[in-house]
């Protein structure tokens, strides 16, 4: 079985472009979930959603990012306008459990650096 | 500030030997989550223990859960080189959150 599905795997921009993370989750698992991983600050969940419905979007750091899940097998993150400060890895992660309570898939990250 | 906080930060050990982390919390949870990662990959899940359960075993990977003392263990015996990597611990307090991490080297 396929895992996590993100693309691109790396992508390096300029400060003040606009950058748009895939990613497909589990097929068959209703929850889906985006990190962002630094050195300094760890692991911090961005966003999830439920059934594609966005259920804590309370970890999204500026409304300069938005996470859009329009289908059970795609979702977006989407940073506009790109900072140096945003540079990081972020993962994607689906479960079958729903919500915040079950094991979750991660995929293997996509490893942004703005310049 | 994290939610979870792993003890050790870094541990060192010989293959063979046992391997220990410990996580520590702040509020109560439903359950809670042991993840690895190995260096430039996504997190893999390893093991989940219920609030009511007190040990959990997955083939070399026991886990401990007390409520009380909010703290979790995660026991690796018999480590490998291929072990290596960060451990996380992870719990839905109110939101969900990844603790700080365990850095894990098994010297062959």
């Known amino acids: 079985d396929a895992g996590v599905i993100q693309s691109p795997r790396h992508e390096v921009t300029e400060m003040g472009q606009e950058v748009t993370l895939r990613c497909k989750p589990i097929?068959?698992?209703?929850?889906l979930f985006w990190y962002r991983q630094t050195m300094m600050r760890g692991l911090e969940l961005l966003i999830y959603f439920n059934n594609n419905v966005p259920i804590d979007d309370s970890g999204m750091p500026e409304d300069r990012f938005s996470a859009k899940m329009p289908n059970a097998s795609f979702s977006t993150l989407k940073i506009q306008p790109s900072e140096p400060r945003d540079s990081a890895v972020y993962f994607c992660?689906?479960?079958?459990?729903?919500?915040?309570?079950?094991?979750?898939?991660f995929g293997p990250g996509t490893r942004l650096t703005v310049l | 500030s994290q939610q979870g906080e792993e003890d050790p930060q870094a541990l060192s050990i010989q293959e063979g030997e046992n391997a220990t982390m410990n996580c520590s919390y702040k509020?109560?949870?439903?359950?809670l989550q042991w993840y690895r990662q190995n260096s430039g990959r996504g997190l893999v899940h390893l093991i989940l223990?219920?609030?009511?359960?007190r040990e959990k075993h997955s083939g070399r990977l026991r886990v401990t859960l007390d409520t009380s003392k909010k703290s979790s263990s995660l026991l690796i015996t018999a480590s490998r080189a291929a072990d290596t990597a960060s451990y996380f611990c992870a719990g839905n307090f109110n939101k969900f959150y990844f603790g700080s991490g365990t850095k894990l080297n098994v010297k062959p």
């Open positions: 509020t109560s949870i439903n359950n």
């Open positions: 097929s068959g698992h209703n929850s």
């Open positions: 223990i219920r609030s009511n359960e």
């Open positions: 992660a689906s479960s079958a459990s729903g919500g915040l309570n079950g094991a979750q898939y």
